[in-house]
């Protein structure tokens, strides 16, 4: 099993576009590049804003997989990696985190609580397992990150900049705590913008890159021999760290050129000219750097991969290698089964959902005021023959009220969760799907509860007939509609950001609104094309069965204080809006086929996002 990290002629194309209406052109960002990054050392990708830093990272962790193109050669089961922000669920503490991690990452009935106080331990957070992770400081937080994935012990570490936001002491702990990690046989590879000289010592392996091309790569103590050989000297008392970063951030593509070919592009290394004396007594493991002392007698030789050793040995057949991608394939990459992961999920979010008191608390009063105004504004007119408009407008009030609630909600909140579930699905703690149908699932009892007190409200204060079959329907009604919606805004709310989801979430809503109320005073009018279009609003779905619910199922004749009313039956008020020719077990249906639709399109999404 390698533990160690290869890569060769890394490409990392994207498409870039000027605007929505110029043609996109594709944008080189990692140009070729080679290396290695070997178990037992502790490895920092370096180079200026924007030289490719975290692509490159991405591109061999398997983070990103669109547009990377070369080849990479790790064990991915055996790999983690952790994001520069600290995603952690909210609300629970270090402990119970820690417990999650366990049961969905570890294989069998295993001890725990062991585990647990030996990861915590050797991380120095056992003394913080009770605090829930957004009160932990920064440093800490990237330690729990470190710690949830220890659980499984992987024997490679992705870090995207695990320094940045922290002071120079913290850094420097958490850079000595990655180096204690590699040397117990992992390889660490993390991304480091510029480090100070004390923190540039503590690497044992430097991999400099500058506009997406390999300018160097080896000991932190080559760096000064190297820039030397080219001709560029480093002054006394420099941090060499700074100087070859200003080197590489210099206006000239020369230098950069220069330096990757000398590097051959990473498939070349700068290391210590060892004598065949010197190897015999030299350990695989260097001891503790304590100084950037340059190296006098450095060597650049070209990097024997295990690739390139492979490539020298008798191919495989094919047939071999097709089998092998089979058996792969069937191989769930998981530790625990399916229902179990959403089984733990399950709890989980159901736990989050109960400690949000405060959410709780506001959409209780926000059902309780929205179902108190729309009841008094239609205060006892639900059996009032001669006001038929007003039934139709609280049959939509009750309708738009439920898009609204649930559409929004989302959208603003969901977006934060995506890129926590995309690094715990990245790395193996559980499937899409489990997840995906324990978040639907965990939702459901609130739903139902507030759908339940809403309708109940406005049901009585509108002064709909005292009977239970109807207003069951009525109840069931809104729930399909609110679920319709929901679905509506978590497929927004897993496809965009929060910025670009709250302006189109109300955009795309809108039509679905004027949809919803065309043509009910003019129904028998409505030209085919429209009634189509209508079909597409789930919003007129839900007020077409709301009114079927109001209306239909022999609904007694309404009352009539006027000396004519001519809605008092309600079968002419169904003809008049021509929802007389359906029936609500269809609406339903069709309510129930866009809310499966909405969640599938979310789950594609988020497919997408997550494996591209
Ligand atoms: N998906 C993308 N679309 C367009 N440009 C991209 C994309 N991903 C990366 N880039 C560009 O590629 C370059 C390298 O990005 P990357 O994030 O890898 O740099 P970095 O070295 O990690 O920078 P920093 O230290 O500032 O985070 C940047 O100019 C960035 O704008």
Redesign the pocket.
């Known amino acids: 099993m390698t533990k160690d990290v290869e890569f060769q002629d890394v490409v990392y194309t ?3 576009r000027k605007s929505i209406i110029s043609e996109s052109r594709k ?1 080189t ?1 990692l140009k070729g590049v080679s290396g290695v990054f070997r178990h037992g050392q502790l490895s920092a990708i370096m ?10 990272l ?1 591109a061999i962790s398997g983070y990103r997989k669109s ?1 990377v193109e070369g080849t990479m050669h790790l064990n991915r089961k055996a790999s983690c990696y952790i994001t520069q922000e600290d995603h952690h669920q909210p609300l629970l503490s270090v402990e119970e985190l820690m417990h999650i991690a366990c049961q969905l990452k570890v294989k069998g009935k295993a001890n725990y609580e062991e585990t647990i106080t030996d990861v915590l331990s050797n991380l120095n957070l056992n003394h913080r397992r009770n605090v829930t992770a957004d009160r932990l400081s920064g440093g800490e937080r990237k330690r729990l990150s470190i710690a949830l994935e220890m659980v499984a012990n992987p024997s490679i570490f992705f870090l995207d ?1 695990p320094t940045s936001g922290l002071d120079e002491v913290t850094a420097a702990t958490c850079v000595r705590l990655f180096r204690d990690l590699a040397k117990q046989g992992r390889t660490v590879v993390c ?1 480091i ?1 510029q480090p100070s000289a004390s923190i540039f010592a503590l690497f044992d392996h430097i991999y400099v ?1 500058a506009r ?1 091309s390999c300018v160097f790569q080896g000991s932190p103590k080559a760096v000064v021999p190297f820039l030397s050989h080219v001709h560029i000297e480093c002054p006394r008392h420099y941090n060499p760290a700074d100087f070859i970063i200003e080197v590489c951030d210099s206006e000239s593509n020369d230098v950069i050129q220069t330096l990757s070919e000398a590097m051959q592009n990473g498939k070349a290394i700068c290391t210590k000219l060892q004598l065949p004396s010197a190897i015999a007594s030299t350990s695989t493991l260097e001891e503790e750097p304590s100084s950037l002392e340059p190296m006098t007698d450095f060597v650049i030789k070209p990097t024997v991969t295990s690739m390139i050793l492979e490539q020298q040995r008798p191919k495989v057949s094919t047939l071999v290698q097709k089998m092998k991608q089979i058996t792969r394939f069937f191989h769930s990459p998981h530790a625990v089964s399916g229902f179990v992961q959403f089984w733990v999920l399950f709890r989980l979010m159901w736990t989050k959902t109960m400690r949000n008191r405060t959410v709780l608390w506001i959409q209780l009063v926000h059902h309780i005021i929205c179902a108190i105004f729309i009841g008094l504004i239609f205060l006892n007119a639900a059996n009032d023959g001669a006001r038929m408009f007003d039934h139709l407008k609280f049959c939509l009030g009750v309708c738009f009220f439920f898009c609204y609630t649930q559409v929004m909600v989302p959208i603003l909140a969901y977006p934060r969760e995506v890129k926590l579930v995309k690094k715990e699905c990245f790395n193996r703690w559980y499937g899409l799907f489990p997840y995906y149908l324990a978040l639907t699932l965990s939702r459901l009892p609130v739903q139902i509860f507030l759908n339940v007190i809403f309708t109940m409200l406005v049901y009585w204060l509108a002064g709909l007939p005292a009977e239970f079959f109807r207003y069951a329907l009525f109840t069931v009604v809104g729930l399909i509609v609110s679920l319709c919606a929901e679905g509506f805004g978590l497929m927004i709310g897993a496809t965009f950001n929060v910025m670009n989801g709250s302006a189109i979430g109300p955009l795309t809503i809108a039509p679905f609104l004027g949809l919803a109320i065309y043509g009910f005073d003019f129904a028998p009018q409505i030209p085919a094309i429209m009634q189509w279009l209508m079909r597409a609003s789930f919003i007129r779905g839900g007020v077409v069965s709301v009114v079927l619910v109001v209306f239909g199922y022999n609904r007694q004749r309404l009352d009539c204080n006027e000396m004519y009313c001519h809605f008092d039956d309600p079968k002419v008020l169904l003809h008049y809006v021509r929802i007389d020719n359906t029936t609500l077990q269809f609406e339903l249906g069709i309510l129930i086929a866009m809310t499966l639709f909405y969640r599938l399109l979310c789950y594609l999404s988020l497919r997408r996002r997550f494996y591209k």
């Open positions: 994207v498409n870039v944008q960002i180079g200026p804003s924007g030289a490719g830093k975290s692509s490159l991405n547009g900049e991304t913008h890159i997406g």
